[in-house]
């Protein structure tokens, strides 16, 4: 296990996204028609066009007027300083507030099974091979598991050096030549791990708002780590240096800083977040840090009846092989559920 004090520097093998940024302009259009002409058949095309330029004009003002033609019948709001290609594909339908009580669905007869002995730090999803792979913390009992994503049975785990509590995890890269990164919580340290052998490759150091490491996802479009670290900030690292390359504050539907996000997960252009201490999953975006919805999901598995289990709070949240099913578990969670949440997708 790496010590402190042998710290190499970092190779990634990931493929640098160097497309521009597509900037985003709304169409002009303009019409001319010859006004001579005194037959009445001449001027059905004119009329044609003028309304659907009618029909097209009052669309846009009444969706506002921040869409471009590309985003109708999508409803996304489109940021001309930001990547389109993170805008594709659904989307959020409609607004979720915690207020609204249970805004999600669970799927199956029964949920999976999950190890009541891992602390859950980190959970993440490979499409590719269709594996969960999970990281579990505290001192002297830190590990890294592959689950199986059918059953959530245990496959395998790896113990981490006693000195370090493990946090989030990541898997990214391409098929075949996968890797699993994962921050550790106050020791600044991070480990790349080669997915399919669970094999410590090599590490890093890093820093954020509080110096510590808590949650971490990917965006593969922009080619950026998403890291929280219990602060309101989302820090944005490149996924290459792994250096920081901004920090975006998150700001609840209440107005109040999001503090204490955990786990992260990234998904057609958003941040899930679920929340420590507070059973309630945010989705934020990424460029404003407005959180859009938020789920209330204290009816998932109860506090009191979790307490009766020896189980401790929500940590973990990861896709799935399903577009808009998630996998979500917690930290000595003796099961783990498949959920659909309302209005995203």
């Keep these: 296990m790496v010590q402190k004090d042998e710290v190499q520097p970092l190779q990634i093998d990931i493929q640098s996204n160097n497309e521009d940024d597509n900037e985003v302009t ?8 010859n006004g001579n002409s005194s037959k009445i058949t001449a001027h059905i095309p004119l009329i044609i ?3 659907i330029s009618l029909l097209f004009i009052g669309y846009f003002i009444l969706s506002g007027g921040n869409r471009s033609v590309d985003a109708i019948g999508s409803q996304a709001p489109v940021d001309t300083n930001t990547n389109i290609e ?9 607004t979720v507030y915690k207020q609204n009580g249970t805004m999600f669905q669970t799927l199956g007869d029964h949920y999976l099974m999950h ?16 594996v969960l792979y999970q990281s579990n913390g505290l001192f ?10 059918e059953t959530g049975e245990t496959l395998e785990c790896i113990s981490m050096d006693k000195r370090f509590f493990a946090e989030g995890m990541q898997v990214y890269g391409k098929p075949g030549r996968e890797r699993l990164i994962q921050i550790t919580w106050k020791s600044r340290i991070g480990f790349i791990y080669n997915a399919d052998t669970l094999e410590m490759m090599s590490n890093f150091t890093f820093t954020t708002t509080k ?8 965006d593969d479009v922009n080619h950026e780590f998403i890291v929280s670290d219990g602060s309101h900030y989302l820090h944005f690292w490149d996924a290459d240096s792994l250096k920081e390359k901004r920090r975006v504050a998150v700001t609840r539907q209440n107005g109040k800083k999001a503090l204490k996000m955990n786990e992260l997960e990234f998904v057609n252009g958003k941040v899930l977040a679920n929340v420590w201490y507070e059973d309630v999953i945010l989705l934020i975006d990424p460029v404003s840090g407005d959180c859009q919805s ?3 999901m204290s009816s998932l598995w109860p506090g009191q009846d979790r307490r009766k289990n020896g189980a401790d709070v929500l940590n973990g949240i990861s896709i799935s092989n399903q577009d808009g099913i998630f996998y979500i578990t917690g930290k000595n969670w003796d099961r783990m559920f498949r959920v659909k949440l309302d209005g995203f997708f």
């Design 86 to 94: 993170t805008y594709m594909g659904p989307t959020i339908q409609f």
């Design 26 to 33: 709304k169409p002009e259009t303009s019409h001319t028609h």
């Design 49 to 51: 066009c003028a309304s």
């Design 294 to 296: 938020e789920y209330d």
């Design 140 to 149: 002297g009992k830190s590990t890294v598991c592959k689950l199986h994503a």
């Design 115 to 130: 190890d009541r002995h891992h602390f859950t730090q980190g959970l993440t999803y490979s499409r590719s091979s269709n």
């Design 211 to 218: 110096n510590e490491g808590w949650g971490i996802c990917y």
